[in-house]
């Protein structure tokens, strides 16, 4: 990841922050102040922004570009979904110290947010009105994403066979075979 640290730039990435979901209910002058907070970073295609297992503690935005979320390990790799401009992951990071549960890779060009711990305790007391304001978002979003996997989840299992059907599929075969 390529740090983008020409001020011109930022500044144009910080006004950009207002269409993101996350920081829209922010002031312009809360959003300013944010900025002071978080790290711009250039990703190429491929490039890997979180590695499962790792520690770290960060939230991060797609600022432009798309990442994949990926788990398990290279012999046997999992996609579990494609993040655009606008979405948030690691918010865990930002909470708890514990490990990554996927990676996530630059699928294209992408410009990436990223906001330390610490950092985000600075702005909470700085600007605790817009912190407690993207909390909020942020639980919201959680929420959200609990909610469409339990639905995933639920989609799963119904396609699954449950044990009754095994057990029959057995017994017909136990049936009509040699025991």
Not at 20 to 31: E, K
Not at 37 to 64: H, M, N, R, S
Not at 138 to 146: F, I, N
């Amino acid at each position: 990841m390529k740090a983008i640290n020409e001020a011109s730039r930022r500044q144009t990435l910080v006004e950009g922050l207002g269409s993101i979901f996350l920081f829209r209910y922010l002031s312009d002058t809360a959003r300013r102040n944010l900025g002071e907070f978080v790290e711009f970073f250039d990703v190429a295609p491929g490039e890997t922004i979180v590695q499962e297992g790792e520690k770290t503690p960060y939230l991060y935005t797609v600022i432009d570009g798309s990442v994949n979320v990926v788990t398990g390990d290279d012999s046997k790799e999992v996609y579990l979904c494609c993040l655009g401009s606008g979405e948030v992951f690691g918010e865990a990071g930002v909470f708890l110290k514990m490990r990554r549960t996927a990676s996530v890779r630059a699928a294209d060009n992408a410009v990436i947010m990223r906001l330390q711990r610490d950092q985000f305790v600075q702005f909470v007391r700085k600007q605790p009105r817009a912190a407690n304001t993207i909390l909020l978002v942020m639980v919201h979003s959680l929420l959200r994403k609990l909610r469409d996997t339990n639905q995933e989840l639920a989609f799963e299992r119904k396609l699954d066979s449950d044990q009754g059907d095994i057990d029959a599929m057995i017994a017909g075969f136990l049936q009509n075979g040699d025991e």
